[in-house]
């Protein structure tokens, strides 16, 4: 293993790897990946058709032993319920700030070392035309990959597929994690739309 991709990683022994690990094995999942370069990334989460994306995805998210982040409002972070949540992985963002979304986030990876933090683009699961492009300009402006992880319930097997850093042109790059995905089954196939990005309002 690269040295670098180390500091992505946690213990692969304990009672939650033994018990991922022995689930995926019982529903009969397999797990295939491959990480970026460098140390913090941008993760998608893709197709989420399904309430069980999230448990499966943590239970191979477990075996890999990778440690997985998320952002959510700040406002969901108070109390007991924000330590549990932080303790998930959740990251605290600020929407009312006047600093927007994306800049806070791309603000988080500019202050990380390692950071991985995985975004479902189709904010829902049921059927959406279009991939909202958070995700995109976040990568762009911490200058971090994207890579492609993905649930494949036809073959039964999940995990990270490429990686690419965008180059600006975001309708090509488009295309391209089209092409990936093109192959990718969701759970409920009905629920997974185009992989466009959203248009500009």
């Not at 970026?36 to 993760?43: D, S, W």
Request: hydrophobic share 40%; net charge positive.
């Amino acid at each position: 293993m690269n040295t670098v991709l180390q500091t992505h990683f946690q213990r692969k022994k304990g009672i939650r790897y033994s018990l991922a690990l022995s689930v995926l094995k019982i529903i009969g999942w397999r797990i295939d990946y491959k990480l970026p370069e460098i140390p913090k990334f941008i993760l998608i989460a893709a197709p989420h058709t399904s309430n069980w994306d999230l448990p499966v995805m943590l239970l191979i998210s477990i075996v890999m032993g990778i440690k997985l982040k998320w952002v959510a409002k700040d406002s969901l972070f108070k109390g007991w319920f924000g330590s549990y949540l932080r303790w998930l992985g959740g990251i605290p963002v600020n929407r009312k700030s006047r600093t927007n979304f994306t800049e806070q986030v791309v603000s988080i990876f500019n202050n990380s070392k390692n950071l991985i933090i995985v975004i479902a683009p189709e904010g829902t699961r049921s059927f959406t035309p279009y991939w909202r492009t958070g995700f995109y300009h976040i990568a762009s402006g911490a200058a971090i990959p994207i890579a492609l992880g993905f649930l494949d319930y036809k073959n039964k097997v999940g995990g990270i597929g490429p990686n690419f850093i965008p180059r600006g042109d975001i309708e090509s790059d488009f295309r391209n994690i089209n092409d990936f995905y093109k192959n990718i089954t969701g759970l409920k196939p009905e629920n997974f739309g185009p992989v466009i990005p959203k248009p500009k309002e």
